[in-house]
């Protein structure tokens, strides 16, 4: 059936059915990336690293969670002390890009706040003490 009876059958509301007869399928063919190789004495894969040391990356350091109903949050003012669920003086967590990658202690710098790193949190969810 050609794309003009397809045309003329679907707008007289016929259902169409349309077949191809040959298909042309073709194996894909991708790289060995087991044995990358080096240029100039660099590992292609630590080229590939260096790229992304460059990326910046968002990192979030929370104090503490808490849940509130709609109303709750409609009432907030200036001024409104929000409880949290986590103890004065227990470590604080690192995220980076939404995931958790540490914690840590708050500390004060000059007149700033940072964190000094006491845990690492794997990619497994177990915690590392440095």
Known sequence: ????????ARKAGKPVSVVKDSISVQSAQFPNFSNQGSIGGISLLQGNMDLLMDVPLSVTVEIGKTRRKMRDIMEFTQ?????????AGAPVDIVVNGQLIARGDVVVIDDNFGVRITEIVGNNGFVSKE
């Open 79 to 87: 001024g409104t002390v929000i409880d949290l669920e986590k103890q």
């Open 1 to 8: 059936m050609d794309l003009k009876a397809v045309a003329e």
